[in-house]
C-alpha cells in the first residue's frame, strides 16, 4: 500500500524499510528529469527533512522524506536514467529506501483517496 505525503513524495513500507519516490503528479510538474540523487546511505533525515534532489529543464527541487529514518540505498539507476522518474514514478523511479526510526509516522501520510482528493481541492 502506498502513502503520500503533501508534498507530493510517495513511501511504500515493507517491514522496517521504506522505499521513497516523488508522485506522478509531482513529476509531470517537474517535467523532463535530467538529474536524480538522494542523500549518501547512512544519512539520518526528519519527516519533512531534506533526502534528495531532482533536477528538471524546468527546475531544481528538494525531495523530502516524509518519515524519519536512515537512508540505506539510493537509486543508482537514476544517475544513468532520471527520466525514469517521469516513466515510472511509482515503480522503477524510486529515489531511496530507508530504514523506519519510528513506523507510527507513517500513520499520519495520506492513502491514495486522500492524496487525489488534495490535489483536486487545488
Known sequence: MLHFSKSHEWIR???????????????????D????????AGT????????????????ASEVYSPVSGEIV????????????????????G????LRLSDPAEVGALMDEDAYNAMLLAG
Open 94 to 97: 524510486w529515489l531511496f529506501k
Open 13 to 31: 513500507v515493507e517491514g522496517d524499510i521504506a522505499t521513497v519516490g516523488i508522485t506522478a503528479h509531482a513529476a509531470e510538474q517537474l517535467g
Open 73 to 92: 540505498e539510493g537509486n543508482a539507476e537514476l544517475a544513468t536514467d532520471p527520466a525514469l522518474i517521469n516513466s515510472d514514478p511509482l515503480g522503477a
Open 33 to 40: 528529469l535530467v538529474f536524480a540523487e538522494a542523500e549518501a
Open 44 to 59: 539520518q533525515v526528519s519527516a519533512g527533512g531534506q533526502a534528495a534532489t531532482v533536477e528538471s529543464v524546468k527546475a
